[in-house]
């Protein structure tokens, strides 16, 4: 007997489009299928791919998302999950997590968003396994986020975006009218002393911020904007994940990670809130 269909996709097939001809999806077995006939077969692990052929420009590797997963499972970042849950409105409708990895923080949000259902985007096959059993409310699919989203005009309340690549016009088309996005970037010092203890680690851009703002303005009211910030302590193999998770990792030597030794580090990152105008 096949696997069943996870419940939180099919809520949101009357919104996906087909990626070639933007025509609806229907299901059929494990099959997304459009009028034209373009298919796309769910995965064993419950995602569904609509990438186009065209390979996608990015994406965590088996080692970053793994990494991703367990430093997560620390529960060294819960004070952020929170901070996000605290920040989303309240929503009963649709939410996009964009290069949402594990699945993690829309999990969260879900747990306070009783009636919302989710959707994790990603380009990294790792990453959407953990998304696809993320929570039982919570759908994954991947889709490169520098292309036109498969998502219809208007059908989702909100989009959340942590850590990951953005695409603020598409951001703006699948929103409803007074739709939000909820954006996280890491701010100029966040795990600075990571930074400062690992030769090649990527540093910050100061610019980036304003860069955002330039970019989401025309777009979008910006509603609230919250600093969090806390030390976390973190252990030799906390520390090595954090750097894992990260495309700094290529260009980290392996005894560089030997000298991360158990310390604390500063997580500190930017959360804002912003309505479709
Ligand atoms: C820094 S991780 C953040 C993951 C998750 N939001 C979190 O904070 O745990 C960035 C994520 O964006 C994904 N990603 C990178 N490029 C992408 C693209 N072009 N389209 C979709 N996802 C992409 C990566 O695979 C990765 O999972
Ligand atoms: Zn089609």
Redesign the pocket.
């Known amino acids: 007997m096949s696997r069943p269909v996870p419940a939180a996709l099919t809520s949101w097939l009357e919104v996906l489009e087909c990626p070639h001809c933007h025509h609806p999806l229907g299901l059929s077995d494990r099959t997304l299928s459009c009028p034209s006939g373009h298919s796309f077969d769910l995965a064993r692990a419950g995602y569904v791919s609509l990438l186009t052929g065209a390979p ?5 590797d088996d080692t ?2 793994r990494a ?1 997963d367990s430093f ?1 499972a620390t529960g060294a970042y819960a004070p952020l999950r929170e901070a996000i849950a605290e920040l989303a409105p309240d929503t009963t409708g649709r939410v996009l ?6 699945g ?2 829309l999990a969260g949000l879900l747990d306070e968003l009783k009636q919302a259902r989710g959707l994790v ?4 096959v790792r ?1 959407l396994r953990f998304a696809a059993r993320a929570h039982e409310r919570a759908a994954a699919a991947a ?4 292309t036109r989203f498969p998502l219809a005009d208007g059908s989702v309340d909100l989009v959340l975006d ?4 953005r695409n603020p016009s598409e951001f703006a088309r699948v929103l409803a009218p007074g739709g939000h996005l909820l954006v ?1 970037r890491p701010a100029v010092d966040h795990l600075a002393e990571l930074r400062a203890a690992v030769p090649g680690m990527v540093g910050l851009d100061p610019r980036k911020e304003e860069r955002l703002h330039t970019v989401l303005d025309p777009l979008f009211t910006t509603e609230e904007v919250r600093e969090v910030r806390f030390p976390l302590a973190v252990s030799a193999q906390a520390a090595r994940d954090l750097v894992a ?2 495309p700094s990792a290529r260009h980290v030597a392996p005894d560089a990670l030997e000298e991360l030794v158990d310390g604390s580090v500063t997580v500190s990152v930017v959360a804002s809130l912003h309505r479709r105008r």
């Open positions: 996608a420009t990015s994406g965590d970053m998302a991703r997560l997590d964009i290069g949402g990895g594990t993690y923080y985007v990603d380009t990294s990453a889709w490169d986020v520098f942590v850590f990951a690549p996280v998770m990260t």
